[in-house]
């Protein structure tokens, strides 16, 4: 036997001997191991190389145990990682005080994104409600205070477990009362600084055209042409005023 390298008992020597001798059985736990390896999905057991291994393990069991370990540790270390750990990450809502009723809008996009990312979180509407609850500030907190901090238990308010009527009760109150006029007055005094980007100003025209009814395209194409600085009307003078309203934001586009 070769002489060990390791400092051993008198007895651990005795027992490495015992084994190595083949007078002792394989241990139960190596006979486990070894079979699942050796009849795991895609192995071949009966090819000469595993039946030539099976004979080597049952004759040496110290081979067999680091013959085991050796696969589990490779088994380990390829195991393919979980495509879902990755996670896509989506910003929390910004805060809602009331004193810019047109950021509702927005407000409640962003809590509806929340709730898609992560349906598991808001399986109940009473936790939907809670976590928009959670992002107002100012008069939108103080008009649902009296409902958080009065409640009996009983007679919660019907927002209070309905999103859809949590929903309701902050636009009927915090919305803008004639969204339409306030869309038409804003689109009527919209207007590109000088030093402004032209992306900015074309984005703000085209999103309160959403928001009016009754203009025409040469009413909007004579509402956007004004709206734009002098230097770049100086240039579309030059050129010409094309007609169309998209071949207009084109044109100041490339201008600008």
Sequence with gaps: MQTCLHTHTQTECEDAEH???????IPSVWKMLNLELLTA?????QTPEILTTQKTMMDNPIFALTNTITHLSNATRHRPKDSGAVCTKVNEPDTFNS???KRLHEFLIQCKLNFCHRPQAFCLDSQKVSFALSFLKGIALAWFEPDLLDAIPGTEPAWANDYSEFVIELTTNFSPHDPVGDAEHQLNNLSMKDGSQINK???EFNHLTTQVHGYGEGALHHMFYNGLPDHIKDEIAHIGKPPGLINLCTMAF???
């Design 19 to 25: 084994y190595l001798s083949g007078s002792c059985q």
């Design 41 to 45: 999905p895609g192995v071949v057991t």
């Design 99 to 101: 004193m810019d009723l």
């Design 201 to 203: 100003y074309i984005i």
């Design 254 to 256: 490339r201008l600008s």
